[in-house]
């Protein structure tokens, strides 16, 4: 994962409130947190034994290309409050287990989806 240090995020630290404390980490794309685009895609995976916070949680705008997504610099670890402040509408998903994995549908809500069976290791 690229330094977080190194990215210019859309929203200011300054901006964030309490949404979604306690979570735990979670990973996310560069189209979330620098370019603040809303969540399109998340899936909770068994969490990396090498981050001692980690929920499982993966959220994606849905628009990266697959390079994008497979390129390490693309994404970070960020504190699941903090991606609940780019877009709330995960709140209500973050209790659900291991294996999880949702969707935005024509109307922009989120549904159930497959779990993705193609996972890298590591993203």
Known sequence: MNDKMDKQYFLPLSQLKSVAEG???????DDITVQGKKVGFMYRESPDPDVPADSGWRFFSGDEPQEHVDNA????????NTIANYDESIVEFLPFPVGSAFGRN?????????????????L
């Open 23 to 29: 979570y735990g980490a979670c990973i996310a794309t």
């Open 73 to 80: 610099a693309n994404t970070a670890f960020y504190d699941i």
């Open 106 to 122: 024509d109307d922009g809500e989120f549904e159930a989806e497959p779990f993705p069976t193609d996972l890298d290791s590591e």
